[in-house]
Structure formats: structure tokens, C-alpha cells
């Protein structure tokens, strides 16, 4: 019993005399959003980091980096509690591939120093690939008929309000629109006819599919109508005979046998 008093004393007068001596042996938890690879972040959502401890601010600001394909992504830096906001500016593309990325020491209010590595590959508003043209007629620079439509064909289903608020034609010309069932595939064709011997150009900018993502970049083709809007007909057949004095030919009538032998 006296061993036992003696051990439970010394703890005591440790504990005692040593108030501060006790060491926080909690791990920092981080958490990301969006968290898991290739998760698709919602439109209009923000991206955040979450620590389970204060941390200094100005620190953790420093290690967290957007990317994508192009290079560093810009924005704007806010606090929520233990949560650093990345706000993008502008937002992000519907439709593009980003990466975060929180590397480095992160200090916090207690003094105690983590080492964090997260990187996480995310999709904006949807994982499905950029909007492309996939073909366009007539051909950039083509001579055509005025009465020849101009068809656009997508690589995936389009939103015929952004098309139709995202297309222009220029001279202005009053057209009709109409879509293939995959709405993949739209037709624009003169109420009228196109105007004869006419440049015109087409553009499209900010066309966006079904799925909300964007065309890459703004596109720009151009056509040509031709001059005459009636094919030739033959009228008639005749023979005719050559002058060499004048260098001319001279019909000599509808009917081959009134010719002279050698004529």
C-alpha cells in the first residue's frame, strides 16, 4: 500500500506542478470540394477547403492552387469559419477538366505544423466532352445555289434556345430553322431564296448543348451564292459552217442533207 501511495503522489505533484506539459496529439483532418476525382461541381458552386483546427489564414491561402489545361485558374479568397472559399472569376467553363491542388505546411493557431497533400481532377457542370462542329454545309468558301440550305452538324444534342439566341448570318436574311430527331443536326434555310451573288457568313458563339456545356470558341465560315439562279437549257442544234476570211461560223440550216459535198 505504501509502494502504491507513493506512485499515485508523484503523478499527482507531476500533473500538478507541470499544468502545460500536456502535448495535443490530434491529427488535422482536411477535407476538399469537390472531394472525390472527377467529381462534377455543380454550376454557380464554390470551391472550399475544410480544416478541423484553426489555421493561420495568409498560409493556407498560399498552398491552394486551381488549374486546368490553360494554366492557373483566377478568383477571389474568403473565410468561413475553418473553411477557405475559392470563388473562380470568371466561373468556370461547363463542361472543362480543373485540378486542386493543396499542397504544403499548414500552421495553426496552436503552433503545431501539418504537412497536407491533396489533389483532386473535377469536371464544371458536366464531365461530357466540349461541344464540337462536327461538319458544316456548304464547305467554308463554297459557291452554291441560292436555294441551298445551310446545315450544321454537332457531336452531341444541342439546346436549340442557345442556338438560336448564339447564331448570326450576315447579310441579315430572313431563314427557317429545323432540327434532326438527335438534335444533333440543324437545317437553316431561306424563307425566300438567298440573295444572287452574295458573300455570306455564318457565326456561332456561345452554343451550348443539352448538357449545358459550351462551344470551345467562337466559330466563323463563310459561302457564296452564285449569279445565275436558273441552270442553262439548250434550245436548239444547228450546224454551221467556217469563214476563214472573217473567221466566223455561219449557221447553214437545221437540215444536214440540203449541205453541198464538201461544204
Known amino acids: 500500500m505504501c509502494g502504491r501511495a507513493v506512485v499515485l503522489l508523484a503523478a499527482s505533484l507531476i500533473l500538478t506542478s507541470c499544468p502545460n506539459a500536456l502535448v495535443n496529439l490530434n491529427p488535422l483532418n482536411v477535407t476538399t470540394s469537390p472531394g472525390s476525382p472527377n467529381q462534377v461541381l455543380a454550376a454557380g458552386d464554390s470551391i472550399r477547403v475544410t480544416f478541423s483546427d484553426p489555421v493561420d489564414h495568409s498560409g493556407a491561402q498560399g498552398l491552394l492552387n486551381i488549374t486546368s489545361a490553360e494554366g492557373t485558374v483566377s478568383g477571389d479568397l474568403s473565410w468561413s469559419g ?4 475559392f470563388s473562380p472569376v470568371p466561373a468556370l467553363t461547363p463542361g472543362k477538366r480543373y485540378n486542386l491542388e493543396f499542397n504544403g505546411q499548414v500552421t495553426l493557431d496552436d503552433g503545431r505544423q501539418f504537412t497536407v497533400v491533396k489533389e483532386v481532377p ?42 438560336t439566341s448564339g447564331f448570326s448570318l450576315s447579310p441579315s436574311t430572313s431563314t427557317q ?14 424563307t425566300a431564296a438567298w440573295s444572287a451573288v452574295t458573300l455570306y457568313t455564318w457565326q456561332l458563339s456561345s452554343v451550348k448543348s443539352t448538357a449545358g456545356v459550351s462551344l470551345p470558341a467562337t466559330i466563323s465560315r463563310s459561302f457564296l451564292t452564285n449569279l445565275d439562279q436558273i441552270a442553262p437549257q439548250i434550245v436548239s442544234v444547228v450546224p454551221a459552217l467556217w469563214t476563214n476570211a472573217t473567221s466566223t461560223w455561219t449557221p447553214a440550216g437545221t437540215d444536214l442533207n440540203t449541205l453541198q459535198k464538201g461544204q
Open 82 to 85: 475553418n473553411t477557405l472559399v
Open 122 to 163: 473535377f469536371y464544371s457542370v458536366s464531365a461530357a466532352a466540349s461541344v464540337q462542329l462536327v461538319s458544316s454545309s456548304p464547305a467554308n468558301g463554297a459557291s452554291v445555289t441560292v436555294a441551298e440550305p445551310l446545315v450544321l452538324t454537332f457531336g452531341s444534342p444541342i439546346d436549340p434556345t442557345s442556338f
Open 177 to 190: 430553322v429545323s432540327w434532326s430527331a438527335d438534335q444533333k443536326t440543324v437545317t437553316v434555310t431561306p
